[in-house]
């Protein structure tokens, strides 16, 4: 079964920062991978996703990702976050050898707050 | 185009007694999945219903069951509730089996006393 790790639980930066969240997935075969977004009070929304083709894929709200096929993992990056990025960050794995029926593995999650 | 609704969107049951959530999938989606999230954890896979057929399942016992029905509107059953089972409840739909993407709904909050 795969499994995902996020490496930091809990981020805080000043507004403008750059920001990289690490993600690292075990799985051998080929996958879907996902960034999700939990703004305080509201449903998980999708911030990005890589599927096929070019590793370095980017999302809404300035975000990007750049999956690494041989660290196995796919880090979140923003050049300058802002106040209002402040939220929890999941990521998530999709298996495709089982033709997508074992649904998501999520990580633990990042706590990001940015700071005024 | 409409998004994932579920309803209700909050919930006290005692120990021992039955539980129904409901989904509704996004306009065009035919495949439902449930994920159990306990506070400060990510979301837990339970189960992945395609065209009203159970297709996947993760680490679930058998008291957490499931349809899903032919406008693709989809119930989690849990039956015998522990408090342990206090947890946000999510709906996500996709077109497929998740190759075009999860939309997720807001959840259910249910809490076991």
């Known amino acids: 079964a795969q499994s995902v790790s996020q490496h930091n639980h809990h981020v805080i930066l000043s507004e403008a920062a750059s920001l990289e969240l690490g993600c690292n997935y075990s799985?051998?075969?080929?996958?879907?991978l996902f960034w999700y977004v939990q703004y305080p009070g509201q449903h998980l929304q999708l911030l990005l996703k890589?599927?096929?083709?070019?590793?370095l894929v980017k999302g809404i709200k300035g975000f990007e990702a750049e999956f690494i096929k041989s660290k196995f993992s796919f880090n979140l990056r923003k050049p300058s976050v802002q106040w209002s990025d402040t939220a929890e960050y999941f990521c998530?794995?999709?298996?495709?050898?089982?033709?997508?029926?074992?649904?998501?593995?999520f990580g633990k999650g990042t706590h990001l707050i940015i700071q005024p | 185009e409409t998004g994932v609704t579920q309803s209700p969107t909050h919930l006290i049951k005692t120990r021992g007694q039955q539980v129904t959530l409901r989904c509704s999938s996004q306009?065009?989606?035919?495949?439902v999945s449930w994920y159990q999230q306990a506070l400060g954890q990510g979301p837990q896979f339970i189960f992945q219903?395609?065209?009203?057929?159970?297709?996947g399942r993760g680490n679930f016992p058998p008291r957490f069951s499931g349809l899903q029905f032919p406008n693709y509107s989809s119930e989690l059953n849990v039956n015998a509730l522990e408090l342990d089972d206090s947890a946000l409840y999510l709906c996500?739909?996709?077109?497929?089996?998740?190759?075009?993407?999860?939309?997720f709904g807001s959840g259910t909050r249910l809490t076991v006393v």
């Open positions: 996500a739909s996709s077109q497929g089996l998740g190759d075009y993407g999860y939309t």
């Open positions: 799985y051998g075969g080929t996958v879907n």
């Open positions: 890589y599927f096929s083709g070019d590793p």
């Open positions: 998530a794995v999709n298996a495709l050898s089982g033709g997508g029926a074992d649904g998501l593995t």
């Open positions: 306009s065009g989606h035919n495949t």
């Open positions: 219903y395609y065209r009203e057929e159970e297709n």
